[in-house]
């Protein structure tokens, strides 16, 4: 039996409803510090390679006759994966591996990462003028997707010279 559309609303209201007295509210997403520029990126060491300094990494692979973009996360590994393989593009595209094919699977690779919640990324290989790479990557940045992650915010200590302005905080 499917709820009606006024039993799910009034269940929102219930879940959303704070109660009075209350000092502070518990987020149980498990990114929610990645977001707030807080949680810690693992740093590695200096001369590794590929750098490990990322909360979300942006892995692109082509083949001979297919393109794969994933999305990797520093600790679980892939989140995203989106590839020309895959029937609902193939069926689109006249090769795999064209100019065409990598510049839908980046409008798709970025819907699927909005959709996602995950707008920043990091891209580690540099585009060259009119390469295939390059129009995927532009293709991703003109979806919404930014492809450099901001810096983590680090604790100011007290024999720190500046201490930068946390972006929640206002100054007027």
């Known amino acids: 039996m499917a709820a009606s559309a006024k039993q799910i609303i009034s269940k929102i209201q219930q879940t959303n409803n704070v109660s009075k007295g209350t000092l502070y509210v518990v987020?149980?997403?498990?990114r929610n510090l990645e977001r707030l520029r807080l949680a810690y990126k693992v740093d590695g060491y200096h001369l590794e390679r590929p750098v490990r300094n990322f909360w979300h990494r942006l892995e692109l692979n082509a083949s001979k006759k297919y393109v794969t973009a994933k999305?990797?996360?520093?600790?679980?590994?892939?989140?995203?994966?989106?590839?020309?393989?895959?029937?609902?593009?193939?069926?689109?595209?006249?090769?795999?591996?064209?100019?065409?094919a990598f510049i839908m699977l980046g409008k798709v690779f970025?819907?699927?990462?909005?959709?996602?919640?995950?707008?920043?990324?990091?891209?580690?290989?540099?585009?060259?003028?009119?390469?295939?790479?390059?129009?995927?990557?532009?293709?991703?940045?003109?979806?919404?997707?930014?492809?450099?992650?901001?810096?983590?915010?680090?604790?100011?200590?007290?024999?720190?010279?500046?201490?930068?302005?946390?972006?929640?905080?206002?100054?007027?």
Do not use: Q
Request: a negative charge; aromatic letters at 10%.
């Open 71 to 100: 999305l990797f996360h520093f600790e679980n590994g892939p989140v995203i994966e989106c590839s020309t393989n895959e029937w609902a593009l193939k069926r689109h595209l006249y090769k795999g591996n064209d100019f065409t």
């Open 110 to 172: 970025a819907s699927r990462c909005l959709d996602a919640g995950l707008t920043e990324m990091r891209c580690d290989f540099t585009p060259s003028t009119g390469k295939k790479v390059d129009l995927f990557l532009r293709a991703v940045e003109e979806s919404g997707v930014c492809l450099k992650e901001p810096n983590r915010i680090r604790p100011a200590y007290s024999w720190d010279m500046h201490r930068p302005e946390k972006p929640w905080e206002v100054m007027e």
């Open 27 to 30: 987020n149980r997403n498990p």
